[in-house]
């Protein structure tokens, strides 16, 4: 086995079509100096802005660029399912359309997935935010929830719905179906993984 890594990349977009464009070029610059066989998935999830148009452009012009459209929103959790389902590569990689995160992070996820010998690491990686930027109340809110949910469920992750999470199709094929269409998505992800 190699360290070449075969990878679908999920972005989730709703009325993005002020970022989607330069995120799309930061994913395709990023993945194309490296030695990673990739697609990039666009879920437009019912965006009523040019955020289809946009992705169809740029889908026409790179045919690694693929577009699911929703219809009309459908949610967060729908989005990544509609992704995640159609994740063609061994491995999913999930990250917001919006531009919070900067797909070079990826740079500290890659050393973790295999050694010099090709062996498989780590099956699942999970990013954080370091330093969130939202308004006292949803951060509040947002550390209320992980703290119920680490003691109900028992999940032990410093950030559940962080955007930059990495895994295996195998796993989520195994695992599925996630039936959360909202937030609750990556609790319900993360609890079957």
Not at 88 to 102: A, R, V
Request: charged content about 20%; overall charge negative; hydrophobic content about 45%.
């Amino acid at each position: 086995m190699s360290n070449f890594l075969s990878l679908s990349v999920i972005l989730p977009a709703y009325n993005e079509d002020e970022n989607i464009g330069r995120v799309i070029d930061d994913v395709v610059e990023y993945l194309g100096d490296r030695l990673i066989d990739y697609e990039l998935i666009v879920v437009n999830d019912g965006s009523s802005d040019a955020t289809k148009a946009i992705v169809m452009e740029l889908a026409a012009q790179n045919n690694q660029i693929r577009l699911i459209n929703h219809p009309h929103n459908l949610g967060y959790g729908a989005a990544l399912r509609s992704g995640f389902d159609q994740a063609l590569h061994e491995y999913i990689f999930l990250t917001d359309g919006d531009g919070q995160f900067e797909i070079r992070d990826l740079n500290q996820f890659l050393p973790h997935i295999y050694d010099a010998q090709g062996k498989i690491l780590s099956k699942i990686i999970i990013g954080y935010r370091a330093k969130r930027a939202d308004v006292f109340m949803r951060s509040l809110n947002a550390w209320m929830y992980h703290l119920f949910i680490q003691w109900i469920l028992g999940i032990k992750v410093k950030d559940i719905d962080c955007a930059f999470k990495l895994f295996p199709k195998t796993i989520y094929q195994a695992i599925r179906p996630i039936k959360s269409d909202g937030a609750l998505f990556s609790t319900e992800l993360l609890l079957k993984m």
